[in-house]
């Protein structure tokens, strides 16, 4: 089945440092891929999505590309900030019609001032 | 309209006894998910209704486990003789349907389940 891996974590960063956060997939066909976000005491948010390879999804400041040769898709970010501290969920949506989620561990990033 | 709500927020109970939960989603959405969400991990997908028909149930959902959405409108979550293992944050999300290859799941708060 559908399967998503994040790098182990958490990661710690100061500020204006560069992130990555490595994710991989395994699934059948042509998924779309997610990363949500969740800020402390909120409910999940869609940060970015690409629903196809090559493309580039991008939001805040994080950009994350869908590469299918390497059934990848890091995000990244050249400058983190305070604010960006959350936990990060690598997810895709792949094989069926209704879009149904499947997510990777999560990846939890605190950065300091 | 704000958003996808869910109640309550947290239930304490007892090992044995009935909960249900609650999720109503942005309106005019007709798609409907529940997921779990244990420490650590990432949501696990359990339902999925569009409008008042439960399309598919994962193997997650044990017979103990049951959700409807009778109006197509709200869903309930219900789990009977609740166990330990049960612990963990039921999240609720909806989405439109059609057109777009991919129609964004709008997430709500949670329920925190503890069972004692």
């Known amino acids: 089945g559908d399967s998503v891996t994040q790098m182990e974590g958490p990661v710690t960063l100061s500020e204006e440092a560069f992130l990555t956060i490595n994710c991989t997939y395994t699934a059948t066909g042509y998924p779309s891929l997610f990363w949500y976000v969740q800020y402390p005491g909120e409910g999940l948010q869609l940060l970015l999505k690409a629903t196809k390879a090559d493309d580039k999804g991008s939001n805040k400041g994080f950009e994350a590309t869908y590469r299918k040769e390497t059934t990848s898709f890091h995000l990244e970010k050249g400058s983190v900030q305070v604010s960006d501290s959350a936990v990060y969920f690598c997810?895709?949506?792949?094989?069926?019609?209704?879009?149904?989620?499947?997510f990777g561990q999560g990846t939890i990033l605190t950065v300091h001032p | 309209d704000t958003g996808v709500s869910q109640d309550p927020r947290h239930k304490i109970t007892k090992r044995g006894q009935n909960v249900t939960f609650r999720c109503d989603p942005i309106s005019e959405h007709n798609r409907l998910y529940w997921y779990r969400q244990t420490l650590g991990q990432g949501p696990e997908f359990l339902t999925y209704?569009?409008?008042?028909?439960?399309?598919?149930k994962s193997r997650l959902l044990s017979d103990r486990f049951s959700a409807e959405r009778p109006k197509g409108s709200f869903s309930t979550l219900e789990i009977q003789r609740t166990e330990q293992g049960d612990s963990a944050m039921y999240l609720c999300?909806?989405?439109?349907?059609?057109?777009?290859?991919?129609?964004?799941?709008?997430f709500g708060p949670g329920t925190r389940l503890t069972v004692l």
């Open positions: 999300a909806s989405s439109l349907s059609g057109g777009a290859s991919y129609n964004e799941q709008f």
């Open positions: 997810a895709l949506a792949g094989g069926t019609s209704y879009g149904k989620l499947t």
């Open positions: 209704f569009q409008n008042e028909a439960q399309l598919e």
